[in-house]
């Protein structure tokens, strides 16, 4: 019998690649805001538009760092340039 177990990491094969399971940041939920207030709307609404387009919506995960924060078309671009994740300047 095994007491005290608990899972310590967890690994994800993607395309052969593997990845590491961390959170994801920057995806919030849609009905924290409160009825009423401006503010917390027009704060969330800004919060789902791509960080370097800010024109569509965010859809894409940087792995590894987890960065919910871009666009696809912004996504390939980065990539394409060999660029960093726009949040923590990590290695895509």
């Not at 791509?50 to 919506?57: E, F, G, K, S």
Request: proline letters at 3%; one cysteine or more.
């Amino acid at each position: 019998m095994v007491t005290g177990a608990r899972i310590q990491k967890q690994v994800v094969l993607i395309n052969g690649f593997p990845f590491e399971m961390k959170s994801i940041y920057g995806m919030e939920n849609e009905h924290e805001a409160v009825s009423g207030e401006e503010h917390v709307i027009k704060e969330d609404e800004q919060q789902k538009e791509c960080l370097i387009c800010l024109d569509a919506q965010k859809d894409t995960l940087i792995m590894p760092c987890g960065h919910y924060c871009i666009c696809n078309e912004c996504g390939k671009s980065l990539i394409k340039a060999k660029h960093t994740c726009p949040v923590c300047r990590g290695n895509i």
